[in-house]
């Protein structure tokens, strides 16, 4: 997975992810190019949980630790669909998603700036 956006100044993330569950409860943990762990997320319906190493850090839903980790807003919901197969729809956000089938996504957020793409390939 990579993400940029254009802040000021722009960032870019690169991360590999492993992804267990739905919108309703699940677990999701973002890898550094080395393979290591760089953060866990677990989440219900009534709360969510970031591990990064020794520090735990609580909220009351996966958005907020998402962007807590990220620095972006990102739609968990339409996300998790997405990366499912299945068309979602977020403000702000198209999915191209014709190439889903060969492993390949690519999101985009234009509004509320600052622009937001993630482009992200699947090993299934």
Avoid: C
């Avoid at 739609?75 to 990366?83: E, F, G």
């Amino acid at each position: 997975m990579v993400m940029q956006v254009d802040s000021d100044p722009p960032q870019a993330w690169f991360a590999s992810f492993e992804l267990t569950g739905q919108s309703e409860q699940g677990s999701l943990s973002f890898f550094n190019p080395l393979g290591m762990r760089m953060a866990q997320i677990d989440w219900d319906l009534a709360h969510a949980q970031l591990k990064q190493g020794e520090q735990t850090q609580q909220a009351p839903n996966l958005n907020a630790l998402v962007y807590q980790l990220t620095g972006t807003q990102l739609p968990t919901t339409a996300l998790l669909s997405w990366l499912s197969g299945r068309q979602a729809q977020a403000p702000g956000w198209t999915a191209d998603m014709s190439q889903w089938a060969q492993g390949r996504l690519v999101l985009e957020r234009l509004e509320p700036p600052p622009r937001t793409v993630l482009r992200i390939a699947l090993e299934r």
